[in-house]
Each structure stands twice: as structure tokens, then as C-alpha cells.
């Protein structure tokens, strides 16, 4: 598989397939994949005019053209939504919307886990399975995929204690959804999110911490600087002072 912008399909990935044909006899790729533009409120992006919007200012909410921010893996599934040959515009209500479809499949994946199966099958599950696989065969058609996928969402949400699966289809099905959900499309479970959030606001509470203690350290007032370690020591927070800094450990 060989990938670029469509604007790189005529001349350049064109006179690649002649050079290689030219020079192997082959064209030097199976398939060759083009990913379409990127707009921005409809316009395109263009830092002459300011148009233009970076992921950290789409993870951090620091853009004028976002009321808050967006995690990495909504803004994963908003892209995903449209197909990869297809012109994706952002806009603040198209990640809003995003967001709620988002967080509506990983709310039904967390109740899919509190449910139990049934003694007889009312789902046809195996059709539904093709179903994803084939929109995945058709030119990585994450659109029709993430349709299915709310299909089986409206499963989970009309379920009360049980669903209409088998204890091995409730199985097969767990499975299938995961891998379509965090393997394939790639997103990230509200855990997983939490966690990184949680890392984050250690590393910056940390930095903060270690930068009192250097600052102690350069007035001499060593009790200070010493209690600091010693306490962080006890919550079990190792600190590493070396010849580029201190750095911290768990």
C-alpha cells in the first residue's frame, strides 16, 4: 500500500508508477490510497488568512473556534465517520456532534459488560458480522462500518438484564465489538482516557514540586528541600537528582 494527499495522485504518484515500471517492470504498490483535504468551517485551510486549526489545539481547546476541548480519540471518530477519500470539514458543532456519538458507543460497550445472555437467540448476529467485515473490504469504509456499529448499540440500549444472545454469542459478539471499536478504528476506552488525564495532571503537579524543591535548594535552605524529598519518599515517589535535572519515579 502506498499513501499521500489527493493532491499527490497527478503528477507525482503518477511519475512514481512510471520510473518504477520504467526501471522493475513494476509499479512499486499493490494499492495506492489518497486521503482527500481537510476544511475548516467550510473554507479551506490557509495560514495567510489564520484558517487553520493543530491537533494540540483541538486536545487542549485553546483555539478561538472551539468552545472546549476534544479528546484525541473523539477526534479520531469524527474522522473516522467520513471516508478517508472524502473532504472532511471541522467545525466546533461537527466535533460536538461527534463527541456525543463518541460517547454513546463507549457507554453502550461498559453496559454490553452488565448484561447476560439469553436462552434463545433473537438477534442475528453472524449477518451483522459480515456486515462490518464487508464495509471494511469496501475501501475502508469507516462510515458504513461505524453505522453497523450503532446497530448493535441499539441492541445494547433496549436490553434490560439480559440481550437476545446466547452465553457464546454474548461472547463472539463482545469481542467483535471491541476489535472493531479500540483495535480497528483505533479509540480509546474512558479508562484508558482517565488514566492519561490522571498522568498528566501527576507530571504537571510533580514539575511543580520539584521546581520548589530546586529553588529551596538554591536559597541552602536544605530542611526544606530535604523534607520535600523525604515526604514524596514516604507517598512513595522516588526523586532523581542528576546532572541534567531531577526527575521523578513510582
Same mark, same amino acid.
Given at each position: 500500500?502506498?499513501? +499521500?494527499?489527493? =493532491?499527490?495522485?497527478?503528477?507525482?504518484?503518477?511519475? &512514481?508508477?512510471?520510473?518504477?515500471?520504467?526501471?522493475? +517492470?513494476?509499479?512499486?504498490?499493490?494499492? $495506492?490510497?489518497?486521503?482527500?483535504?481537510?476544511?475548516?468551517?467550510?473554507?479551506?485551510?490557509?495560514?495567510?488568512?489564520?484558517?487553520?486549526?493543530?491537533?494540540?489545539?483541538?486536545?487542549?481547546?485553546?483555539?478561538?473556534?472551539?468552545?472546549?476541548?476534544?479528546?484525541? @480519540?473523539?477526534?479520531?471518530?469524527?474522522?473516522?465517520?467520513?471516508?478517508?477519500?472524502?473532504?472532511? %470539514?471541522?467545525?466546533?458543532?461537527?466535533?460536538?456532534?461527534?463527541?456525543?456519538?463518541? =460517547?454513546?458507543?463507549? @457507554?453502550?460497550?461498559?453496559?454490553? &459488560?452488565?448484561?447476560?445472555?439469553?436462552?434463545?437467540?433473537?438477534?442475528?448476529?453472524?449477518? $451483522?458480522?459480515?456486515?462490518?467485515?464487508?464495509?471494511?473490504? %469496501?475501501?475502508?469504509?469507516?462510515?458504513?462500518? *461505524?453505522?453497523?456499529?450503532?446497530?448493535?448499540?441499539?441492541?445494547? @440500549?433496549?436490553?434490560? =438484564?439480559? *440481550? +437476545?444472545?446466547?452465553?457464546?454469542?454474548?461472547?463472539?459478539?463482545?469481542?467483535?465489538?471491541?476489535?472493531?471499536?479500540?483495535?480497528?478504528?483505533?479509540?480509546?476506552?474512558?479508562?484508558?482516557?482517565?488514566?492519561?488525564?490522571?498522568?498528566?495532571?501527576?507530571?504537571?503537579?510533580?514539575?511543580?514540586? *520539584?521546581?520548589?524543591?530546586?529553588?529551596?535548594?538554591?536559597?541552602?535552605? $536544605?530542611?526544606?528541600?530535604?523534607?520535600?524529598? %523525604?515526604?514524596?519518599? &514516604?507517598?512513595?515517589?522516588?526523586?532523581?537528582?542528576?546532572?541534567? +535535572?531531577?526527575?521523578?519515579?513510582?
Amino acid at each position: 500500500i502506498h499513501g +499521500g494527499g489527493m =493532491d499527490l495522485k497527478f503528477p507525482h504518484h503518477e511519475c &512514481e508508477i512510471a520510473q518504477n515500471s520504467a526501471c522493475s +517492470g513494476h509499479k512499486g504498490a499493490q494499492y $495506492w490510497m489518497h486521503a482527500n483535504m481537510l476544511t475548516l468551517n467550510g473554507k479551506r485551510m490557509s495560514k495567510s488568512t489564520g484558517n487553520t486549526i493543530l491537533p494540540r489545539e483541538l486536545f487542549a481547546g485553546d483555539s478561538p473556534l472551539l468552545d472546549k476541548a476534544f479528546s484525541p @480519540s473523539v477526534v479520531r471518530f469524527f474522522m473516522m465517520q467520513a471516508h478517508y477519500s472524502s473532504v472532511l %470539514d471541522f467545525s466546533n458543532d461537527a466535533l460536538l456532534a461527534a463527541e456525543k456519538g463518541h =460517547d454513546r458507543l463507549l @457507554s453502550a460497550l461498559e453496559k454490553l &459488560e452488565t448484561l447476560e445472555p439469553s436462552k434463545e437467540s433473537t438477534i442475528a448476529l453472524q449477518p $451483522w458480522i459480515d456486515k462490518c467485515y464487508l464495509a471494511m473490504s %469496501d475501501n475502508f469504509n469507516t462510515p458504513i462500518l *461505524i453505522a453497523h456499529l450503532f446497530e448493535a448499540i441499539k441492541w445494547i @440500549s433496549t436490553a434490560e =438484564d439480559s *440481550i +437476545g444472545l446466547n452465553a457464546d454469542e454474548l461472547a463472539i459478539f463482545k469481542t467483535t465489538l471491541h476489535a472493531f471499536t479500540f483495535e480497528l478504528l483505533g479509540l480509546r476506552s474512558k479508562s484508558v482516557d482517565s488514566s492519561d488525564a490522571h498522568k498528566d495532571a501527576l507530571d504537571k503537579a510533580m514539575s511543580l514540586v *520539584i521546581e520548589l524543591r530546586a529553588q529551596a535548594r538554591l536559597n541552602k535552605d $536544605w530542611g526544606t528541600a530535604d523534607l520535600i524529598r %523525604d515526604q514524596l519518599q &514516604e507517598a512513595g515517589i522516588q526523586l532523581k537528582d542528576g546532572a541534567d +535535572g531531577t526527575s521523578y519515579s513510582l
